[in-house]
């Protein structure tokens, strides 16, 4: 194979190509050797000389020349950058299509985004919601609201996942801690017990380290459970029981907000459900929480008004002005 073969990128230069293919079938044969063979290798250009590519076509530096002003250059300098310029371009253009995804393109309208996000957050929340296994899901619950200690493991952006359901089930009076640090959460992991729970969260299932706080917390005992949208992954495989997310089609990479989406859609689910069996405390510890910050809240503009009813009433006997 030639040093010279077409990556990607170089076949969807599209500009100098384009000018090359329109011109080539009027080209005298010696141009058209050159026409030919840059078709075949698109980059050699920024690779090559004049000579050197005069040589590779059995052509002269003149006839190189003459062959870049058929096109439109001034000259052979000019002629390479037009090329990087197009590799440029391509190369932005799949990095765009590897970071952001293939359903976007850079010069959508802000409408056509938000309705392409918007099909494809519902279509997976609807996914999700149709295949939830609810009797694996309440027996999770369960357990949950009857354990002594659970630990959430998540890294990257499933450290956010795992950490607001640590802070939703630590308000409702769960002993809830949440780790996305592999050393501090290995060694949470090695101390549970039969009575824990142990959740790792990861999209892909794939997350080494997650795994490894997972596994060593069912080495320990405790109920290990996978949320995960890959049913054939490590992390699920590792674990006694697997909530399985269902993302229609990857659109943002790499972190991929439909799939946290539905991660929150599972975790509220599973939120809600410990509350239910945990009905009397979930209720108290919640009035107890409200009461403890509400005076760092600010009052309604109903309250207000209403307060400052009851004030002028008392200070003057009459009403007092419209605010």
């Known amino acids: 194979m030639s040093s010279f073969a077409p990556s990607l990128a170089a076949v969807n230069a599209a500009g100098v190509v384009n000018?090359?293919?329109?011109?080539?079938?009027?080209?005298?044969?010696?141009?058209?050797?050159?026409?030919?063979f840059l078709l075949e290798h698109p980059q050699a250009p920024l690779e090559l000389s004049i000579m050197e590519l005069a040589e590779q076509t059995k052509t002269s530096p003149a006839t190189v020349?003459?062959?870049?002003?058929?096109?439109?250059?001034?000259?052979?300098?000019?002629?390479?950058?037009?090329?990087?310029?197009?590799?440029?371009?391509?190369?932005?253009?799949e990095s765009w299509k590897a970071d952001i995804g293939r359903?976007?393109?850079?010069?959508?309208?802000?409408?056509d985004?938000?309705?392409?996000?918007?099909?494809?957050?519902?279509?997976?929340?609807?996914?999700?919601?149709?295949?939830?296994?609810?009797?694996?899901?309440?027996?999770?619950?369960?357990r949950i609201a009857m354990c002594t200690h659970v630990d959430i493991y998540g890294i990257g952006g499933s450290a956010v996942m795992a950490k607001e359901m640590q802070s939703r089930l630590y308000r409702i009076g769960i002993n809830a801690h949440h780790w996305s640090e592999v050393h501090a959460g290995l060694t949470s992991a090695a101390i549970q017990d039969s009575n824990s729970v142990a959740i790792?969260?990861?999209?892909?299932?794939?997350?080494?380290?997650?795994?490894?706080?997972?596994?060593?917390?069912?080495e320990a005992g405790a109920l290990t459970v996978a949320l995960s949208n890959n049913p054939g992954s490590p992390l699920a495989e590792s674990a006694d029981a697997a909530i399985?997310?269902?993302?229609?089609?990857?659109?943002?990479?790499?972190?991929?907000?439909?799939?946290?989406?539905?991660?929150?859609?599972?975790?509220?689910?599973?939120?809600?459900?410990?509350?239910?069996?945990?009905?009397?405390?979930?209720?108290?510890?919640?009035?107890?929480?409200?009461?403890?910050?509400?005076?760092?809240?600010?009052?309604t503009r109903a309250a207000r008004l209403e307060l400052g009813t009851h004030r002028g009433q008392r200070t003057t006997g009459r009403s007092p002005k419209r605010v």
Do not use: W
């Open 244 to 299: 399985i997310t269902s993302v229609h089609e990857q659109f943002l990479q790499p972190d991929d907000l439909s799939a946290k989406h539905v991660q929150l859609l599972v975790l509220d689910l599973l939120y809600l459900l410990v509350a239910q069996v945990n009905f009397a405390q979930t209720t108290s510890k919640l009035a107890s929480s409200a009461m403890a910050v509400s005076p760092h809240r600010r009052p």
């Open 65 to 93: 020349t003459r062959f870049c002003r058929l096109l439109g250059y001034a000259g052979y300098v000019p002629f390479r950058v037009s090329i990087a310029s197009d590799v440029g371009r391509s190369d932005a253009r």
């Open 113 to 142: 985004v938000l309705s392409t996000l918007v099909n494809a957050h519902t279509r997976s929340l609807e996914e999700t919601a149709a295949v939830m296994d609810l009797a694996l899901m309440n027996k999770i619950a369960r």
């Open 19 to 36: 000018r090359i293919q329109a011109k080539l079938p009027d080209m005298p044969t010696a141009m058209a050797k050159i026409g030919t």
């Open 103 to 111: 359903a976007f393109g850079p010069d959508d309208s802000a409408r």
């Open 200 to 218: 790792g969260i990861s999209n892909t299932g794939r997350t080494e380290e997650t795994i490894q706080m997972l596994r060593e917390a069912g």
